[in-house]
């Protein structure tokens, strides 16, 4: 099969990216994969819809402390990634940020088709899903109906701010993002309020005293509360219930951004046709393999008897999967088990000889 | 051992045996408290542990920190009273504590 059957890629006409190993989530058990990949001389790309490489230790607690990564007293998910990110640097893996791979199918020839969110394609030998929780996905404020809203006068991103100019905008929230759509929103929408549950934002000083300036002028609304209820029909919002600090509230609005955060879905993953065992991955403890061959499952994302969610698990599946990936990629290959301490060659790939 | 009683919003309610020094989220999943997802393992980083806590322990629970405040930004139907309870430690003095679960965690 030649690249032109697989489809265009990025749209640039080049065809997909045919590579190697694909990694599917760049937390640390994706990024120390790519170290065990790069030592067997394995090529990767790494997938994550995160703007940033580090998983949940980026975003959820890259200030906290961990504990029990071997040889490190303590470490921040932050400090860990960025040793991930040194230690790999020899490898050259090609990071593509914020995009998600909506699917993963078997080409003919055995390698496998992968495609992003982004319409970006891949070829690849060997598929390593270190997903963890799954992909980062906006909170769902549990408001009764609020699906039927959800992308038509509910958004939790702004795709293009225009098909919101004239509108009257209710938007949720306290952190960045919230005061950032604020900020952009106020000059388009026909009304702006920007709903809180306290008179305290989290977001960055500089944005909060502009979103204040704004609301002192009366170009915005800001408002203490807490919704607690959704009208509309067929999917447009016409006003919400808000709880506020001495009763109730009913704001006309047609549009609402809710930012909550994110969470972590299990997402497209349940879609590619693996066994699936309570949304986790099961693998043999050998080489980490999913119920299809050549597709390896690491990390939080994976189950086996015994399995314990921890970084230093997923470093140990990472070098099995590596020595399986192996006969994949360069089959008949004969590869020699060698440590970083004294083989030449493997000092070599990691450039310190 | 201290005393914890959790009462569910359909007014249900599970008594547990909490060991001074665990969190009271701890002693949630420990005995399989319903309503307390605590998905982030007690990090304080997601909002899924969220409870109410009786106006009478207020005072000796305390008031959640700047961080704790920060990531109730995330809960739903966030009170005067709410905290996240892997935030709480379970001491001698909060032998008898009664919190209450939310209708919904995020």
């Known amino acids: 099969m030649t690249a032109q059957d697989v489809g265009t890629g990025d749209g640039s006409g080049a065809g997909p990216v045919e590579t190697d190993a694909v990694v599917i989530g760049?937390?640390?058990?994706?990024?120390?994969?790519?170290?065990?990949?790069?030592?067997?001389?394995?090529?990767?790309?790494?997938?994550?819809?995160?703007?940033?490489?580090?998983?949940?230790?980026?975003?959820?607690?890259?200030?906290?402390?961990?504990?029990?990564?071997?040889?490190?007293?303590?470490?921040?998910?932050?400090?860990?990634?960025?040793?991930?990110?040194?230690?790999?640097?020899?490898?050259?893996?090609?990071?593509?940020?914020?995009?998600?791979?909506?699917?993963?199918?078997?080409?003919?020839?055995?390698?496998?088709?992968?495609?992003?969110?982004?319409?970006?394609e891949f070829v690849t030998k060997v598929v390593v899903?270190?997903?963890?929780?799954?992909?980062?996905?906006?909170?769902?404020?549990?408001?009764?109906?609020?699906?039927?809203?959800?992308?038509?006068?509910?958004?939790?991103?702004?795709?293009?701010?225009?098909?919101l100019r004239g509108k009257d905008i209710l938007i949720v929230g306290g952190g960045d993002s919230a005061l950032d759509w604020t900020l952009n929103l106020a000059p388009l929408a026909r009304s702006l309020t920007l709903l809180h549950r306290r008179d305290e934002f989290r977001g960055a000083p500089h944005s909060v005293e502009k979103m204040r300036a704004l609301a002192a002028e009366g170009r915005i609304r800001l408002l203490i509360g807490q919704v607690t209820a959704l009208h509309g029909a067929g999917g447009q919002l016409e006003a919400v219930t808000v709880k506020v600090k001495d009763g109730e509230e009913r704001l006309a609005v047609n549009a609402m951004l809710p930012f909550f955060g994110l969470t972590m879905k299990l997402g497209p993953v349940a879609d590619w046709g693996l066994n699936l065992h309570e949304n986790l991955i099961p693998v043999d403890t050998e080489k980490f393999e999913t119920s299809e061959k050549g597709i390896f499952a690491i990390g939080d994302i994976n189950w086996y008897p015994g399995k314990l969610k921890l970084i230093l698990s997923g470093f140990h599946e990472a070098a099995l999967m590596a020595q399986q990936a192996h006969k994949y990629v360069y089959p008949g290959k004969k590869l020699l088990f060698q440590y970083t301490t004294s083989s030449t060659s493997l000092q070599k790939k990691l450039g310190v000889r | 051992m201290a005393k914890i009683t959790f009462i569910q919003p359909d007014g249900a309610s599970q008594v547990v045996e909490a060991e001074p020094g665990v969190t009271v989220m701890e002693a949630a999943k420990l005995n399989n408290v319903p309503g307390i997802e605590a998905e982030c393992g007690g990090a304080c980083a997601c909002a899924t542990c969220h409870v109410y806590v009786d106006q009478a322990w207020r005072e000796r629970t305390g008031k959640p920190s700047e961080m704790e405040e920060d990531m109730l930004d995330f809960a739903f139907d966030v009170r005067e009273e709410s905290r996240l309870c892997c935030q709480i430690k379970v001491t001698a003095e909060l032998d008898g504590l009664i919190v209450r679960v939310p209708g919904k965690q995020f």
Not at chain 1, 72 to 83: A, F, I, K, P, S
């Open chain 1, 129 to 163: 899903i270190a997903a963890g929780g799954g992909s980062f996905t906006p909170k769902r404020p549990p408001l009764e109906g609020v699906e039927a809203f959800e992308g038509i006068s509910v958004h939790y991103s702004v795709r293009r701010m225009e098909d």
């Open chain 1, 26 to 120: 760049a937390g640390p058990v994706s990024l120390f994969a790519v170290f065990e990949l790069g030592l067997v001389d394995i090529k990767a790309h790494v997938i994550d819809i995160l703007d940033k490489p580090g998983g949940q230790c980026a975003e959820l607690y890259p200030e906290k402390p961990i504990y029990d990564i071997p040889g490190l007293t303590v470490v921040t998910g932050q400090e860990l990634t960025d040793r991930l990110m040194a230690q790999i640097k020899p490898f050259g893996a090609t990071f593509h940020l914020g995009e998600r791979v909506d699917e993963l199918k078997r080409l003919a020839d055995g390698r496998f088709l992968l495609r992003t969110d982004k319409a970006r």
